[in-house]
Each structure stands twice: as structure tokens, then as C-alpha cells.
DNA sequence: ATGACTCATTACTTTTGCTAACGATGTCTC
DNA sequence: GAGACATCGTTAGCAAAAGTAATGAGTCAT
């Protein structure tokens, strides 16, 4: 029953979001720490990625869309654009929003990037049987529901 | 307010390690941002967790399970000291390792805060179906498995 | 007994996020 | 239409958390 790997009581909501935060948090300091120099940060990389999906968005909508607080989407898009992935444009309808979009150099980074920077996970995912595999694939929207919930 | 799902490709592997890192990046946020004050950190609890799972550990074991680098550790066994939620003793064998043993009050606080800091992430699972907490039950040991290789 | 290695710590830096306050723009009411 | 109010993005200042490099103490093989 317990193996070497911290396996929390997980037969409770409480003991499984115990367990779930644990292993997000571990998770997320991994990714970062495979991060390699010249690539972009977690949250950068997120939100190119964003950009990359849907287009033109505003700050704001980043922001919310990324759950950060609005100056800290300013300071990843202001990261972005001095690299030259991300161009700004006025909002054709409202003077205050602006309208950031990927650039072609931020697009060829993503492509480029993706294999880079998931490398490491990707490695890890091949080595999964096709069965983990789909439960990650299922868990990933369920806990993108969570987290805009 | 929100937009489309984020859902990238999951189709390959690194389509699912991308969508399986910003989902795990952004829960990481979300659960930060919703620590409460009076609490312990991500780190901190998690170390506390796995010592009142373990037993007596070393910093450097610690460090090596959480993913984090030795100076970190002692930082975080620093504070649950300084709390009393934590004692150290020397190495029976090798003079320059320490053990990190939990206390009776960290005992204690384990439990009754294990409620109040999940509070947040167990209230959304309530939410859930019994098959998507399945679901996230099967995820957290693949990703605990993947923090660890 | 000494030289290389290991473990934990200290000192410093980097990253990343937050809140508060501000300026510019839009909207609403009279 | 003009002034009050709201909204959006930004700036400024700050705090938390983790990383790297260097240090000190302890161990072990030769």
C-alpha cells in the first residue's frame, strides 16, 4: 500500500486535495527547474501559447484568463514584446484596452519552443502506459475547470 | 468572463505536456493565492506532510522529495522550527547530517489545518462528479510518480 | 594524518507575484 | 454637452520563495 512516493489518504476530498496540491506544487517546481536558460518563463510561455490559440486578446483578458493579477500580465507581456514575440495595437473600438498579438518570430518561437521546453515532460509522458496517459489528458481539463472556477 | 477553455492539442505527447504544464502552473497560482494568511506556506506544509507521513528525515532526503534545492530546505525547516512544529537532532551515525523530526504540536497541526487549507481546492472537488475525482485520484499518483524519475 | 568528498548553512540574487495609486479613456446623468 | 464616475492598463513599491555560490563542519579512504 505505501510506496516510497508520499501517498496521502486520498479516499476524502480533503485527503485528495491535500494529496492533488502536493503533487502540483512538486510539479510546478520541477517544470521549472527543466527550464533552460534562453527559453521563456512558465508564465510567458503560457501566455504566448494563449496568444498562439486565440488570437488577438487584451491584457485583461489575459490576465483573467491566466489568473494573475493585472499588473503582472503587464510585466509578462512587456517581457514579451521587448523579445519581439508579441506586438501591441490600440483597440479599434475602446481607447483603453489594447489588443496583443503574436508576432511571427513569437510564433516560430512557440513551434520551436514546444518540443525545447516540454522536452523533459514529454519524455516522461512517452514512458507513460497509453492508459496514465489518458487519465492525464482527462485530469488537464478537469483541473483547467478548477482553476477557472 | 471566461473565454474558451484553453485546450490545446492533446493529441501527442507534447501537445499533453503542454497543456499538462500551464494547467498544473495555473493551479499552482490559484492554490498560492488562496493559502490563508495565518497558514503555512506551499513548501512548508508539504515538507510538514511528508514528515508526519516519513518520520524523522534528513534536510537533504527533504530536499531530494520535495524537488527543491538544500538552501530552500533549510529555509523552510528554518520557519517550522521557529514555529515549533518541528525538531531537529543529530545524525546517530554521520555527525554531518541532521534529522528533522515533527513535533506533537506539528502533529496536531497537520490535522486541523489539513481542513482549513484545503478548504478552498476540497469545496471545488465537492463539485466534481465521483468520476472526475476518480480521475484526479489516478492523476495525482502519475504525477507524483513523474515528479519522482 | 591528510586530502577529497558530503551535508547543511549562510549570503546574495533572481523570479514572480501582490496591492495601491495614477493617468487616460469611455460612459452616464443631468 | 459637461462633469461625475467607472474601467483599463500601467507604474511604483514590496514580499515571498527559490536558485547559485561560497563556507564550515564532519567523514572516509589512503
Chains 1, 2 share one sequence.
Do not use: C, Y
Request: glycine content about 6%; charged content about 30%; hydrophobic content about 40%.
Amino acid at each position: 500500500m505505501n510506496r516510497s512516493t508520499p501517498t496521502p489518504p486520498t479516499g476524502t476530498d480533503a485527503g485528495l486535495a491535500a494529496a492533488l496540491r502536493m503533487a502540483v506544487g512538486r510539479l510546478a517546481r520541477r517544470l521549472r527547474a527543466q527550464r533552460p536558460d534562453s527559453s521563456l518563463s512558465l508564465g510567458q510561455g503560457s501566455v504566448l501559447f494563449a496568444l498562439a490559440r486565440h488570437g488577438k486578446m487584451t491584457p485583461g483578458a489575459l490576465a483573467d484568463h491566466e489568473k494573475v493579477q493585472p499588473p503582472s500580465m503587464t510585466r509578462i507581456i512587456a517581457a514579451l514584446e521587448a523579445r519581439g514575440l508579441v506586438r501591441r495595437m490600440r483597440h479599434p473600438d475602446d481607447g483603453r484596452q489594447q489588443l496583443v498579438e503574436i508576432t511571427e518570430e513569437g510564433s516560430r518561437l512557440v513551434a520551436a519552443d514546444q518540443q525545447r521546453r516540454e522536452a523533459w515532460l514529454t519524455r516522461r509522458l512517452a514512458e507513460l502506459s497509453q492508459e496514465d496517459k489518458e487519465v492525464l489528458r482527462r485530469a488537464t481539463e478537469i483541473l483547467d475547470r478548477l482553476s477557472q472556477s
